[in-house]
């Protein structure tokens, strides 16, 4: 992966269903008001701010725009940032993304502007015909035959969910900054999906093999390392 470089701006990708508000609380305490928030409005079908990085960026000050970037919905990196280079993010088994994902929505829906993005009917029609894909919010269009060099030439880092302290931990030394392991408290208020067939999710993982290929790469540098740190 890509050496953090100060001198320019650097973009955080929130991904929803992530753990992405307990990141950003922490990437808050590291660059205060040098954080710059990326969200669309759901309430108010309101676009994200866009702001002149290049004029708030410095060495002494680095920038970190921390937010959603979803390319099918017009607040892509790509409309809004194509000059940065740099990113981090965390990854999530989209199996288990989608489900919370599908609860949260189906919590939150009547507090937004529309109903576009309702979920479809019943949890296995809805995993079964989500559009849902987090690889929508990455830099670029992502392949079978990029992604690798996609993660591997445009991140600093690409943490997993599943492994939530260790990737902060990297995150924090490659960007120079500190992190105490249990600074981020245990995360468990997503749905359980033991529940569900595990032939739907056989069903997901055969329709979302692109995420899934991402996920696993990115998951095998974790396993690998956790495992030697255990011997």
């Known amino acids: 992966m890509r050496e953090y470089d100060r001198n320019k701006p650097l973009i955080a990708i929130h991904i929803p269903k992530t753990a992405g508000t307990s990141v950003r609380a922490i990437m808050k305490k590291w660059y205060g008001d040098n954080l710059l928030l990326n969200y669309y409005v759901e309430a108010t079908a309101t676009m994200p701010e866009k702001y002149d990085i290049a004029a708030l960026h410095s060495w002494q000050n680095p920038v970190v725009v921390y937010g959603h970037f979803n390319r099918t919905r017009n607040f892509g990196i790509e409309h809004y940032y194509p000059q940065?280079?740099?990113?981090?993010?965390?990854?999530?088994d989209p199996f288990e993304r989608v489900v919370s994902a599908y609860f949260y929505m189906h919590k939150n829906i009547g507090d937004w502007l529309g109903n576009s993005r309702a979920p479809f009917g019943d949890l296995r029609k809805h995993l079964l015909k989500s559009r849902g894909n987090m690889l929508n919010h990455f830099p670029e269009k992502v392949t079978m035959e990029n992604f690798r060099n996609i993660i591997d030439s445009r991140f600093i880092e690409v943490g997993l969910m599943e492994y939530l302290d260790e990737s902060m931990h990297r995150i924090a030394t490659k960007l120079g900054q500190k992190y105490t392991t249990g600074d981020i408290p245990h995360l468990n208020h997503a749905k359980k999906t033991t529940d569900i067939p595990y032939e739907i999710k056989q069903e997901f993982m055969q329709q979302h093999q692109l995420e899934y290929a991402v996920y696993h790469y990115v998951l095998s540098r974790y396993?690998?390392?956790?495992?030697?740190?255990?011997?």
Do not use: D, G, H, P
């Open 223 to 231: 396993e690998s390392t956790v495992t030697a740190k255990n011997k």
């Open 84 to 92: 940065v280079k740099q990113f981090i993010t965390i990854l999530r």
